[in-house]
T-cell receptor, first 112, second 112 residues
Framework: NAGVTQTPKFRILKIGQSMTLQCAQD?????MYWYRQDPGMGLKLIYY???????DKGEVPNGYNVSRSTTEDFPLRLELAAPSQTSVYFC???????????FGPGTRLTVL | GESVGLHLPTLSVQEGDNSIINCAYS??????FIWYKQESGKGPQFIID?????DKRQGQRVTVLLNKTVKHLSLQIAATQPGDSAVYFC???????????FGQGTELSVKP
């Protein structure tokens, strides 16, 4: 299994641009999560999904959107990029009934 | 509200010594706690977990202690090695969707 994969690894955006951060997992996990990590800080939950077709807001959802059309994929959309969205973004997944979340390698996003 | 925090942002130890990383939590209703290790440029990696009905759990060179009376969690690493250098996060599980609330993190530096 590849586990949790994220693309791209790095991206620089201009203010107002949009982009989609991709996340995929091949472990058949129902639960998927998007976090952001600012420098020197812990992870903050943006959105999560408990299964295909179901998504819900986390702690810091403003400025982001998600969709979950399949079990494998959980893309994160930034519509109007702002400098405050400069961060490292991590996707994670877990199987129902277990507590451990498996994390992807992250996407480093800079908005200038 | 809920919060999970760490007492020390940095910890420096000599190779071979034992390390102790501390964490305080505020939600007495949390029933599950996790320690993650994050190496530079990588996603968090699960180390060990503990349920609230336990006081201690041991893994390979790591031990987690839970003191519910003072809402305190600690991670002990025996015979610390250079490969243990990383940022360590404690996280508290929220029953809603299995969401994790992360602390700020402690950076462990191992001196040879």
């Amino acid at each position: 299994n590849a586990g949790v994969t994220q693309t791209p690894k790095f991206r620089i955006l201009k203010i107002g641009q949009s982009m989609t951060l991709q996340c995929a997992q091949d472990m058949n996990h129902n639960y998927m999560y998007w976090y952001r990590q600012d420098p020197g800080m812990g992870l903050k939950l943006i959105y999560y999904s408990v299964g295909a077709g179901i998504t819900d807001k986390g702690e810091v959802p403003n400025g982001y959107n998600v969709s979950r059309s399949t079990t494998e994929d959980f893309p994160l959309r930034l519509e109007l990029a702002a400098p405050s969205q400069t961060s490292v973004y991590f996707c994670a997944s877990r199987v129902a009934g277990a507590n451990e979340q498996f994390f992807g390698p992250g996407t480093r996003l800079t908005v200038l | 509200g809920e919060s999970v925090g760490l007492h020390l942002p940095t910890l420096s130890v000599q190779e071979g010594d034992n390390s102790i990383i501390n964490c305080a939590y505020s939600n007495s209703a949390s029933d599950y706690f996790i320690w993650y290790k994050q190496e530079s440029g990588k996603g968090p990696q699960f180390i060990i977990d503990i349920r609230s009905n336990m006081d201690k759990r041991q893994g390979q060179r790591v031990t987690v202690l839970l003191n519910k009376t003072v809402k305190h969690l600690s991670l002990q690493i025996a015979a610390t090695q250079p490969g243990d250098s990383a940022v360590y996060f404690c996280a508290e599980k929220n029953n809603q969707g299995g969401k994790l609330i992360f602390g700020q993190g402690t950076e462990l530096s191992v001196k040879p």
